[in-house]
């Protein structure tokens, strides 16, 4: 029997955004700069106009984002959303579960990222206080990490001072990487290994498993999520 794998195509995850309209130090509206350390994120805009913002050791770049626009980027590449027209997004992110999981971090300055309850206390939005209270909480840690972003775009040793970001950031996360594994051999690699599985068979003749073909939907589970870069509509993970 092939092996069970009951997630997006991939394992893939996938969300819908629409971009915080708050307006930021630098007077554009848009999101939190942020990294992820181990997945690729693609975004198809659905609705609005805007730009992401990315930094890279290659240096800083815009990317103009309308409707029917589909971009993304690579592990390491610090983005910030930027909001000019009500922008909507159907987010895809690599590794379903490994981003859920912690695989970002915000551009906080330097001295929040030495200790995971500093930087949790920065971070975290309680699920037990009023919204209101949410979004004050989402929009300060924008503000936070748009100092230290604003900082890193400035840096003389622009690439140097991104490394050293990035060393900040993987050494923030590593408590969190054995869980991060267990999620991943669930997730993608477990994909991966379906098709594996699928292209041993049919080189054998045996097409049997195509009888066990399922049909799935979802609706999203949460609606209005207070998320980095705005507002998310979540679909649940296998």
Not at 12 to 25: E, G, I, K, T
Not at 102 to 111: I, Q
Not at 179 to 191: C, N
Request: proline residues 7%; hydrophobic residues 40%; aromatic residues 8%.
């Amino acid at each position: 029997m092939v092996s069970g794998f009951d997630g997006l195509p991939g394992g893939v995850a996938v969300s819908r955004l629409r971009v915080y309209d708050w307006p930021a130090a630098d007077g554009l509206h848009g999101g939190t700069p942020h990294v992820h350390l181990t997945c690729s994120e693609g975004y198809v805009v659905t609705a609005g106009h805007g730009a992401v913002q990315t930094l890279t050791a290659s240096g800083y770049e815009v990317t103009p984002l309308a409707p029917g626009t589909v971009a993304w980027f690579t592990p390491g590449t610090v983005h910030r959303l930027v909001n000019d027209n009500d922008l909507r997004i159907t987010v895809l992110m690599q590794n379903g579960g490994l981003p859920e999981a912690g695989d970002a971090v915000l551009t906080l300055p330097a001295e929040y990222l030495g200790d995971p309850g500093t930087y949790a206390a920065a971070t975290v939005i309680p699920a037990d206080v009023p919204r209101e209270e949410q979004a004050r909480i989402a929009r300060a840690r924008r503000d936070l990490a748009m100092e230290g972003y604003r900082a890193l775009r400035g840096a003389a040793d622009g690439p140097a001072a991104l490394a050293a970001f990035h060393r900040a950031a993987a050494a923030l996360v590593e408590p969190r990487l054995a869980e991060w594994r267990e999620r991943w051999l669930r997730g993608a690699r477990a994909a991966a290994q379906a098709t594996e599985e699928q292209l041993d068979r049919l080189s054998g003749g045996d097409v049997s498993y195509l009888a066990e073909a399922a049909v799935r939907s979802e609706q999203p589970s949460v609606h209005g999520r207070f998320g980095m870069c705005g507002w998310l509509d979540v679909y649940p993970l296998p």
